[in-house]
Protein backbone atom coordinates (compact mmCIF):
# COMPACT_ATOMS: atom_id res chain seq x y z
CA UNK A 1 0.00 0.00 0.00
CA UNK A 2 2.73 2.46 0.43
CA UNK A 3 4.03 2.35 -2.81
CA UNK A 4 0.50 3.45 -4.36
CA UNK A 5 0.83 6.36 -1.76
CA UNK A 6 4.42 7.34 -2.80
CA UNK A 7 3.82 7.32 -6.43
CA UNK A 8 0.98 9.27 -5.76
CA UNK A 9 2.96 11.76 -3.89
CA UNK A 10 5.36 12.52 -6.36
CA UNK A 11 2.73 12.83 -9.60
CA UNK A 12 1.05 15.45 -7.37
CA UNK A 13 4.27 17.13 -6.72
CA UNK A 14 5.61 16.93 -10.19
CA UNK A 15 2.05 18.60 -10.76
CA UNK A 16 2.44 21.47 -8.80
CA UNK A 17 5.58 21.91 -9.58
CA UNK A 18 5.01 22.63 -13.54
CA UNK A 19 1.62 23.99 -12.74
CA UNK A 20 3.42 26.98 -10.26
CA UNK A 21 6.25 27.19 -12.76
CA UNK A 22 3.65 28.36 -15.40
CA UNK A 23 2.38 30.61 -13.25
CA UNK A 24 6.12 32.35 -13.46
CA UNK A 25 5.69 36.23 -13.85
CA UNK A 26 8.36 36.27 -17.01
CA UNK A 27 8.94 39.75 -15.72
CA UNK A 28 10.21 38.89 -11.94
CA UNK A 29 13.77 38.88 -11.74
CA UNK A 30 13.31 35.56 -9.32
CA UNK A 31 12.25 33.90 -12.46
CA UNK A 32 14.77 31.02 -12.72
CA UNK A 33 14.49 31.65 -17.28
CA UNK A 34 13.95 34.79 -17.66
CA UNK A 35 15.60 36.79 -15.05
CA UNK A 36 13.04 39.35 -15.33
CA UNK A 37 14.02 40.35 -18.98
CA UNK A 38 12.22 40.65 -21.86
CA UNK A 39 12.16 38.70 -24.89
CA UNK A 40 15.29 39.19 -26.96
CA UNK A 41 14.57 41.33 -30.12
CA UNK A 42 14.15 39.27 -33.73
CA UNK A 43 16.12 41.20 -36.53
CA UNK A 44 15.94 41.20 -40.54
CA UNK A 45 16.86 43.44 -43.27
CA UNK A 46 16.60 44.75 -46.49
CA UNK A 47 18.71 47.15 -47.93
CA UNK A 48 16.52 50.53 -47.13
CA UNK A 49 15.35 48.66 -43.51
CA UNK A 50 15.90 46.48 -40.34
CA UNK A 51 12.49 44.82 -39.71
CA UNK A 52 12.28 43.72 -35.43
CA UNK A 53 9.59 41.45 -33.45
CA UNK A 54 9.67 40.21 -30.19
CA UNK A 55 6.77 37.86 -28.72
CA UNK A 56 3.88 39.06 -26.72
CA UNK A 57 4.69 38.06 -22.87
CA UNK A 58 0.75 38.50 -22.14
CA UNK A 59 0.93 39.80 -18.81
CA UNK A 60 -1.41 42.84 -17.48
CA UNK A 61 -0.06 46.41 -16.06
CA UNK A 62 2.42 46.88 -18.97
CA UNK A 63 2.23 50.68 -19.86
CA UNK A 64 4.94 50.54 -22.97
CA UNK A 65 7.82 48.91 -23.74
CA UNK A 66 10.89 50.53 -24.59
CA UNK A 67 13.15 49.42 -27.57
CA UNK A 68 17.01 50.46 -27.36
CA UNK A 69 19.18 50.89 -29.88
CA UNK A 70 23.35 51.19 -29.58
CA UNK A 71 25.30 51.63 -32.73
CA UNK A 72 29.28 51.27 -33.27
CA UNK A 73 29.82 54.26 -31.75
CA UNK A 74 27.40 53.94 -28.41
CA UNK A 75 29.28 53.77 -25.33
CA UNK A 76 25.56 52.77 -23.87
CA UNK A 77 22.04 51.75 -24.94
CA UNK A 78 19.68 54.74 -25.88
CA UNK A 79 16.28 54.20 -26.42
CA UNK A 80 14.97 54.73 -29.98
CA UNK A 81 11.29 54.60 -29.28
CA UNK A 82 8.14 53.77 -27.26
CA UNK A 83 5.77 51.60 -27.63
CA UNK A 84 2.21 50.17 -26.70
CA UNK A 85 2.27 46.96 -25.02
CA UNK A 86 0.16 45.20 -27.65
CA UNK A 87 2.93 46.41 -30.21
CA UNK A 88 5.22 43.29 -31.23
CA UNK A 89 7.10 44.41 -33.98
CA UNK A 90 8.69 47.38 -35.77
CA UNK A 91 10.75 49.06 -38.42
CA UNK A 92 13.53 50.86 -38.01
CA UNK A 93 13.82 52.94 -41.34
CA UNK A 94 17.34 54.38 -43.14
CA UNK A 95 19.81 52.54 -41.34
CA UNK A 96 23.47 52.95 -42.23
CA UNK A 97 25.02 50.74 -43.93
CA UNK A 98 27.74 49.19 -42.82
CA UNK A 99 27.32 49.76 -38.40
CA UNK A 100 26.21 47.03 -36.73
CA UNK A 101 23.24 47.84 -34.08
CA UNK A 102 22.16 46.13 -31.42
CA UNK A 103 18.49 46.14 -29.69
CA UNK A 104 17.40 45.59 -26.76
CA UNK A 105 13.65 45.67 -25.17
CA UNK A 106 12.46 46.60 -21.58
CA UNK A 107 8.88 46.94 -20.12
CA UNK A 108 7.62 49.78 -17.98
CA UNK A 109 4.77 49.35 -15.52
CA UNK A 110 3.71 52.26 -13.10
CA UNK A 111 6.76 53.70 -11.39
CA UNK A 112 9.37 50.10 -12.20
CA UNK A 113 11.02 49.48 -15.37
CA UNK A 114 12.89 45.57 -16.28
CA UNK A 115 15.84 44.94 -16.91
CA UNK A 116 17.03 45.28 -20.95
CA UNK A 117 16.42 42.33 -22.43
CA UNK A 118 19.83 40.26 -24.08
CA UNK A 119 21.02 42.00 -27.32
CA UNK A 120 20.48 41.35 -30.72
CA UNK A 121 22.57 42.32 -33.30
CA UNK A 122 22.18 43.27 -37.17
CA UNK A 123 24.57 45.06 -39.73
CA UNK A 124 22.77 46.30 -42.52
CA UNK A 125 23.88 46.75 -46.00
CA UNK A 126 22.20 47.40 -49.78
CA UNK A 127 22.53 43.77 -50.40
CA UNK A 128 21.77 40.08 -49.61
CA UNK A 129 22.54 36.53 -50.22
CA UNK A 130 21.25 33.26 -51.82
CA UNK A 131 22.69 30.10 -50.73
CA UNK A 132 21.62 26.61 -52.91
CA UNK A 133 22.09 23.88 -51.14
CA UNK A 134 21.73 20.73 -52.95
CA UNK A 135 22.27 17.87 -50.30
CA UNK A 136 20.34 19.91 -48.05
CA UNK A 137 17.69 20.21 -50.59
CA UNK A 138 17.19 24.03 -49.35
CA UNK A 139 17.26 27.18 -50.96
CA UNK A 140 18.60 30.28 -48.24
CA UNK A 141 17.78 34.03 -48.42
CA UNK A 142 19.99 35.58 -45.51
CA UNK A 143 21.15 39.17 -45.14
CA UNK A 144 23.36 41.31 -45.88
CA UNK A 145 25.71 40.14 -42.48
CA UNK A 146 25.20 36.69 -43.00
CA UNK A 147 23.85 35.91 -39.46
CA UNK A 148 19.64 36.20 -40.39
CA UNK A 149 17.47 34.44 -42.12
CA UNK A 150 15.26 36.26 -44.51
CA UNK A 151 13.95 33.00 -46.55
CA UNK A 152 14.16 29.73 -46.55
CA UNK A 153 12.50 26.61 -48.60
CA UNK A 154 12.56 22.67 -48.64
CA UNK A 155 10.94 22.50 -52.18
CA UNK A 156 14.36 21.88 -54.31
CA UNK A 157 17.63 20.13 -55.02
CA UNK A 158 19.59 23.41 -56.23
CA UNK A 159 22.03 22.58 -58.72
CA UNK A 160 23.13 26.29 -59.59
CA UNK A 161 21.31 30.15 -59.56
CA UNK A 162 22.27 33.60 -61.16
CA UNK A 163 20.77 36.66 -59.48
CA UNK A 164 19.56 39.52 -62.24
CA UNK A 165 20.25 43.01 -61.20
CA UNK A 166 18.32 44.32 -63.48
CA UNK A 167 14.93 42.75 -63.07
CA UNK A 168 15.52 42.06 -59.34
CA UNK A 169 14.85 38.08 -59.53
CA UNK A 170 16.78 35.39 -58.93
CA UNK A 171 17.04 32.61 -61.63
CA UNK A 172 17.23 29.01 -59.72
CA UNK A 173 18.01 25.68 -61.91
CA UNK A 174 16.44 22.64 -60.05
CA UNK A 175 17.44 18.90 -60.00
CA UNK A 176 14.54 17.50 -58.90
CA UNK A 177 11.97 18.53 -60.53
CA UNK A 178 14.44 19.27 -63.64
CA UNK A 179 12.97 22.74 -63.81
CA UNK A 180 14.10 26.36 -64.57
CA UNK A 181 11.97 28.61 -62.26
CA UNK A 182 12.30 32.60 -61.42
CA UNK A 183 11.89 33.68 -58.53
CA UNK A 184 10.94 37.42 -56.59
CA UNK A 185 13.21 38.60 -53.59
CA UNK A 186 10.50 36.71 -51.20
CA UNK A 187 11.13 33.67 -52.83
CA UNK A 188 8.12 32.98 -55.15
CA UNK A 189 8.60 31.13 -57.97
CA UNK A 190 6.75 34.04 -61.14
CA UNK A 191 7.74 31.52 -63.59
CA UNK A 192 8.47 27.43 -63.70
CA UNK A 193 10.21 26.51 -67.07
CA UNK A 194 10.09 22.47 -67.34
CA UNK A 195 13.55 20.62 -68.32
CA UNK A 196 13.29 17.10 -70.18
CA UNK A 197 16.86 16.08 -68.43
CA UNK A 198 18.59 17.43 -64.97
CA UNK A 199 20.17 20.72 -65.30
CA UNK A 200 24.14 21.33 -64.61
CA UNK A 201 24.60 24.66 -64.52
CA UNK A 202 23.59 28.12 -65.15
CA UNK A 203 24.38 31.86 -66.57
CA UNK A 204 23.32 35.09 -67.05
CA UNK A 205 24.39 37.61 -69.23
CA UNK A 206 23.06 40.15 -67.12
CA UNK A 207 23.21 43.46 -70.10
CA UNK A 208 20.52 41.32 -71.71
CA UNK A 209 19.08 39.27 -69.52
CA UNK A 210 19.59 36.21 -71.31
CA UNK A 211 20.37 33.08 -69.63
CA UNK A 212 22.14 29.94 -70.78
CA UNK A 213 21.66 26.45 -69.29
CA UNK A 214 23.50 23.07 -69.75
CA UNK A 215 21.67 19.68 -69.00
CA UNK A 216 23.64 16.42 -68.37
CA UNK A 217 24.17 14.14 -71.21
CA UNK A 218 22.73 16.71 -73.68
CA UNK A 219 25.20 18.17 -76.39
CA UNK A 220 22.92 21.09 -76.35
CA UNK A 221 22.50 24.54 -74.63
CA UNK A 222 19.03 25.98 -73.49
CA UNK A 223 19.26 29.67 -74.07
CA UNK A 224 15.88 31.82 -72.71
CA UNK A 225 15.19 35.51 -72.55
CA UNK A 226 15.04 37.62 -69.86
CA UNK A 227 11.11 36.91 -69.35
CA UNK A 228 12.03 33.17 -69.74
CA UNK A 229 11.00 32.76 -73.70
CA UNK A 230 13.15 30.15 -74.88
CA UNK A 231 14.86 31.15 -78.19
CA UNK A 232 16.58 28.66 -80.28
CA UNK A 233 19.06 25.73 -78.75
CA UNK A 234 22.94 25.89 -78.77
CA UNK A 235 24.65 22.37 -80.28
CA UNK A 236 27.44 21.81 -78.21
CA UNK A 237 30.80 19.96 -79.55
CA UNK A 238 31.05 18.13 -77.03
CA UNK A 239 28.65 16.09 -73.84
CA UNK A 240 29.21 17.78 -70.91
CA UNK A 241 29.02 15.61 -67.77
CA UNK A 242 26.83 16.73 -64.27
CA UNK A 243 30.34 18.55 -63.44
CA UNK A 244 30.45 20.87 -66.09
CA UNK A 245 30.12 24.74 -65.42
CA UNK A 246 29.36 27.56 -68.06
CA UNK A 247 30.24 31.21 -68.23
CA UNK A 248 29.78 34.21 -70.54
CA UNK A 249 32.29 37.24 -72.22
CA UNK A 250 29.37 39.68 -72.36
CA UNK A 251 31.14 42.20 -74.80
CA UNK A 252 32.05 39.20 -77.03
CA UNK A 253 28.98 37.11 -76.33
CA UNK A 254 31.81 34.18 -75.73
CA UNK A 255 30.52 31.07 -73.47
CA UNK A 256 33.11 29.29 -71.34
CA UNK A 257 32.45 25.84 -70.79
CA UNK A 258 34.32 24.07 -67.79
CA UNK A 259 34.30 20.03 -68.92
CA UNK A 260 36.21 17.93 -65.71
CA UNK A 261 36.05 14.96 -67.28
CA UNK A 262 37.66 15.23 -70.31
CA UNK A 263 40.48 17.71 -68.62
CA UNK A 264 39.35 20.60 -71.06
CA UNK A 265 37.71 23.84 -71.38
CA UNK A 266 35.40 25.02 -74.08
CA UNK A 267 34.87 28.34 -75.66
CA UNK A 268 32.41 28.92 -78.14
CA UNK A 269 29.91 31.37 -79.80
CA UNK A 270 26.92 32.08 -78.17
CA UNK A 271 25.26 33.38 -81.33
CA UNK A 272 27.38 30.68 -83.63
CA UNK A 273 28.20 27.28 -82.65
CA UNK A 274 30.43 26.57 -85.18
CA UNK A 275 32.66 29.22 -83.85
CA UNK A 276 34.89 27.31 -81.22
CA UNK A 277 38.14 26.28 -79.36
CA UNK A 278 38.98 23.33 -77.29
CA UNK A 279 41.50 23.99 -74.32
CA UNK A 280 42.92 20.87 -73.25
CA UNK A 281 45.36 19.31 -70.65
CA UNK A 282 43.67 21.46 -67.95
CA UNK A 283 43.60 19.68 -64.51
CA UNK A 284 40.10 19.53 -63.26
CA UNK A 285 39.02 22.68 -64.45
CA UNK A 286 35.98 22.74 -61.83
CA UNK A 287 35.02 26.55 -62.31
CA UNK A 288 35.19 29.22 -64.77
CA UNK A 289 34.36 33.40 -63.51
CA UNK A 290 34.66 35.62 -66.31
CA UNK A 291 36.44 39.04 -65.72
CA UNK A 292 34.27 41.43 -68.12
CA UNK A 293 36.29 44.10 -68.88
CA UNK A 294 39.28 42.48 -69.94
CA UNK A 295 37.20 40.13 -71.75
CA UNK A 296 39.14 37.18 -69.67
CA UNK A 297 37.90 33.88 -68.12
CA UNK A 298 39.42 32.50 -65.11
CA UNK A 299 39.56 28.62 -64.25
CA UNK A 300 40.13 26.90 -61.06
CA UNK A 301 42.18 24.05 -61.24
CA UNK A 302 44.02 20.95 -59.74
CA UNK A 303 47.37 22.68 -60.11
CA UNK A 304 46.46 26.37 -60.22
CA UNK A 305 44.57 28.87 -61.18
CA UNK A 306 44.61 29.26 -64.88
CA UNK A 307 43.23 32.69 -66.88
CA UNK A 308 42.64 33.01 -70.70
CA UNK A 309 42.45 36.27 -72.66
CA UNK A 310 40.49 37.62 -75.37
CA UNK A 311 44.17 36.76 -77.61
CA UNK A 312 43.55 32.83 -76.14
CA UNK A 313 46.69 33.25 -74.12
CA UNK A 314 46.75 30.96 -71.47
CA UNK A 315 48.44 31.83 -68.49
CA UNK A 316 48.73 29.76 -64.72
CA UNK A 317 48.83 31.78 -61.84
CA UNK A 318 49.22 30.27 -57.75
CA UNK A 319 50.62 27.78 -59.46
CA UNK A 320 50.77 24.35 -57.57
CA UNK A 321 47.38 25.37 -55.41
CA UNK A 322 44.51 23.39 -55.25
CA UNK A 323 42.28 26.20 -56.33
CA UNK A 324 38.70 25.28 -54.35
CA UNK A 325 37.05 27.83 -55.36
CA UNK A 326 37.04 31.56 -57.41
CA UNK A 327 34.80 34.56 -57.76
CA UNK A 328 35.28 37.86 -59.69
CA UNK A 329 34.56 42.09 -58.98
CA UNK A 330 33.60 43.19 -61.87
CA UNK A 331 34.20 47.01 -60.95
CA UNK A 332 37.56 46.14 -58.66
CA UNK A 333 38.80 44.03 -61.52
CA UNK A 334 39.77 41.37 -59.39
CA UNK A 335 40.03 37.85 -59.09
CA UNK A 336 39.13 35.98 -55.59
CA UNK A 337 40.36 32.48 -54.95
CA UNK A 338 39.93 30.06 -52.06
CA UNK A 339 43.69 27.91 -52.23
CA UNK A 340 44.67 24.74 -50.61
CA UNK A 341 48.34 24.00 -50.59
CA UNK A 342 48.62 19.91 -49.63
CA UNK A 343 52.03 20.44 -48.25
CA UNK A 344 51.41 22.37 -45.53
CA UNK A 345 47.62 21.25 -45.47
CA UNK A 346 46.36 25.30 -45.23
CA UNK A 347 43.47 27.22 -46.89
CA UNK A 348 44.40 30.74 -47.91
CA UNK A 349 42.41 33.38 -49.62
CA UNK A 350 43.57 35.23 -52.49
CA UNK A 351 43.33 38.31 -54.07
CA UNK A 352 44.99 38.51 -57.87
CA UNK A 353 44.61 41.67 -59.61
CA UNK A 354 46.89 43.89 -62.35
CA UNK A 355 48.93 46.71 -61.63
CA UNK A 356 51.52 48.31 -63.87
CA UNK A 357 50.69 45.17 -66.55
CA UNK A 358 51.40 42.66 -64.24
CA UNK A 359 49.46 40.44 -62.34
CA UNK A 360 49.71 40.45 -58.75
CA UNK A 361 48.55 38.53 -55.67
CA UNK A 362 48.28 39.04 -51.74
CA UNK A 363 46.57 37.40 -48.83
CA UNK A 364 43.04 38.22 -47.64
CA UNK A 365 42.76 38.11 -43.74
CA UNK A 366 39.95 35.55 -42.29
CA UNK A 367 38.78 34.90 -38.86
CA UNK A 368 39.12 31.12 -39.55
CA UNK A 369 41.92 29.55 -41.71
CA UNK A 370 40.99 26.26 -42.08
CA UNK A 371 38.52 24.15 -44.24
CA UNK A 372 37.42 27.25 -46.40
CA UNK A 373 35.46 26.12 -49.04
CA UNK A 374 32.91 28.61 -51.36
CA UNK A 375 33.54 32.18 -51.57
CA UNK A 376 31.52 34.79 -52.88
CA UNK A 377 33.06 38.61 -53.38
CA UNK A 378 30.93 41.99 -52.62
CA UNK A 379 30.06 43.30 -55.70
CA UNK A 380 31.01 47.01 -56.33
CA UNK A 381 33.79 49.74 -55.08
CA UNK A 382 31.92 50.32 -51.86
CA UNK A 383 31.20 47.70 -48.92
CA UNK A 384 33.55 45.48 -49.29
CA UNK A 385 33.57 42.36 -47.92
CA UNK A 386 33.43 38.35 -48.21
CA UNK A 387 31.16 35.64 -48.13
CA UNK A 388 32.83 32.01 -47.18
CA UNK A 389 31.84 28.97 -46.41
CA UNK A 390 33.12 27.13 -43.29
CA UNK A 391 33.15 23.50 -44.42
CA UNK A 392 33.75 22.27 -40.89
CA UNK A 393 31.46 23.64 -39.29
CA UNK A 394 29.02 24.05 -42.19
CA UNK A 395 27.98 27.48 -41.67
CA UNK A 396 28.57 30.70 -44.23
CA UNK A 397 30.52 33.15 -42.27
CA UNK A 398 30.10 37.39 -43.67
CA UNK A 399 33.56 38.37 -43.79
CA UNK A 400 34.61 42.38 -43.40
CA UNK A 401 37.20 44.06 -45.45
CA UNK A 402 39.45 43.76 -42.19
CA UNK A 403 39.00 40.07 -41.98
CA UNK A 404 36.62 40.02 -39.32
CA UNK A 405 33.43 38.09 -38.65
CA UNK A 406 29.90 40.06 -39.10
CA UNK A 407 27.92 36.75 -39.20
CA UNK A 408 27.44 33.30 -39.99
CA UNK A 409 24.53 31.14 -40.52
CA UNK A 410 24.04 27.28 -40.75
CA UNK A 411 23.48 24.15 -41.12
CA UNK A 412 24.29 23.47 -44.87
CA UNK A 413 25.49 20.10 -46.55
CA UNK A 414 28.58 19.78 -49.03
CA UNK A 415 27.35 20.98 -52.20
CA UNK A 416 26.74 24.81 -51.91
CA UNK A 417 26.34 27.47 -54.66
CA UNK A 418 25.78 31.45 -53.59
CA UNK A 419 24.87 34.23 -55.65
CA UNK A 420 24.49 38.35 -54.00
CA UNK A 421 21.49 39.83 -54.15
CA UNK A 422 22.14 43.10 -55.85
Not at 94 to 106: E, G, Q, T
Not at 162 to 176: G, I, K, M, T
Amino acid sequence: MKRPTLLFSLVTLLITTCSERERLNPLDPLNPVTKGKPPAVKLSSDEKSIFLSWSDIGLDGIQRFNLWRKDGSDITDSVLIEVAPEVTELVDTAPDYDVKLSYRLSAETDGWESPLSDPESITPGPFNYWIADYWGTTLTRLSYDGGHLLFQSYDYFPVSLEYDPVSSHLWLASHYPHRLERLNDSGEAELEIELDAPPVDITLNTDTGDIYLILAGTPVLLHFDRDGVEAEPITIPLVPSAGAQIAIIQQTETLWIALPDSSAVLRMGATDSGDYGLFTDIQNPRQVSPLQAKRMIWIATDSGLISIDDDNTIVTHLSGYYIVDLDVNQAQESVWAVAYDSDSRSWTVFKIYESAGEWKSETVATPFSDYLSKIRVNPGLDHSGLMLYDELNREVVRVSPEGEELGRYGSFTFRLNMAVEQ
